[in-house]
T-cell receptor
Framework: DQQVKQNSPSLSVQEGRISILNCDYTNSMFDYFLWYKKYPAEGPTFLIS?????DKNEDGRFTVFLNKSAKHLSLHIVPSQPGDSAVYFCAASEAGGGADGLTFGKGTHLIIQP | GAGVSQSPSNKVTEKGKDVELRCDPISGHTALYWYRQRLGQGLEFLIYFQGNSAPDKSGLPSDRFSAERTGESVSTLTIQRTQQEDSAVYLCASAPSWGLKNIQYFGAGTRLSVL
């Protein structure tokens, strides 16, 4: 069973607009969430994270929102740029943090149209 | 280099052969992780090391898979008697320590193709 779900395999957004990537989870023990970005033939790179005690974390053009009651988080990118075209993975970990592996979603391929 | 290094970047092997994949973590990182990504799938956690020990090996797909780490540095993932379903990208990540909410830093992966 998939504990972290990214239901949109791909998303196309026009340059300059807002990109919204969604992620749902089922494990109520998850307490830390991360977004990773992956370009072809490269490893995932960390983008932004959020602890379950918060509902929003912002870093430049990137904002992550967490709705614990709905077990849902989203990544907002504003404004979207061509270099943002990549696969975005949502990941989660249980209480205790990095000692265990992260649980990843299948990813969403974001395509920024010029 | 400053990042996580994995070798080889690509490996093609015949079914039934053994393969060994290598990971050089970021210097000083005590936590090391192995993941697998099959085509069209997310990353699947395999095993992690705290220093040189792996407390939980239950994520390894079968007993054909084994991993070790020496000197709190290099790690090798060995797959014996490879099968076609082992074809995937194998990713290694490291983190400064364990038990905390540390960000994991990934290598570029080894793409394994079993013919």
């Amino acid at each position: 069973d998939q504990q972290v779900k990214q239901n949109s395999p791909s998303l196309s957004v026009q340059e300059g607009r807002i990109s919204i990537l969604n992620c749902d989870y089922t494990n109520s023990m998850f307490d830390y969430f991360l977004w990773y970005k992956k370009y072809p033939a490269e490893g995932p790179t960390f983008l932004i994270s959020i602890s379950s005690i918060k509902d929003k974390n912002e870093d430049g053009r990137f904002t992550v929102f967490l709705n614990k009651s709905a077990k849902h988080l989203s990544l907002h990118i504003v404004p979207s740029q061509p270099g943002d075209s990549a696969v975005y993975f949502c990941a989660a970990s249980e209480a205790g943090g990095g000692a265990d592996g992260l649980t990843f979603g299948k990813g969403t391929h974001l395509i920024i149209q010029p | 280099g400053a990042g996580v290094s994995q070798s080889p970047s690509n490996k093609v092997t015949e079914k039934g052969k053994d393969v060994e994949l290598r990971c050089d973590p970021i210097s000083g990182h005590t936590a090391l992780y192995w993941y697998r990504q099959r085509l069209g799938q997310g990353l699947e956690f395999l095993i992690y090391f705290q220093g040189n020990s792996a407390p939980d090996k239950s994520g390894l797909p079968s007993d054909r898979f084994s991993a070790e780490r020496t000197g709190e540095s290099v790690s090798t993932l060995t797959i014996q008697r490879t099968q076609q379903e082992d074809s995937a990208v194998y990713l290694c990540a490291s983190a400064p320590s364990w038990g905390l909410k540390n960000i994991q830093y990934f290598g570029a992966g080894t793409r394994l193709s079993v013919l």
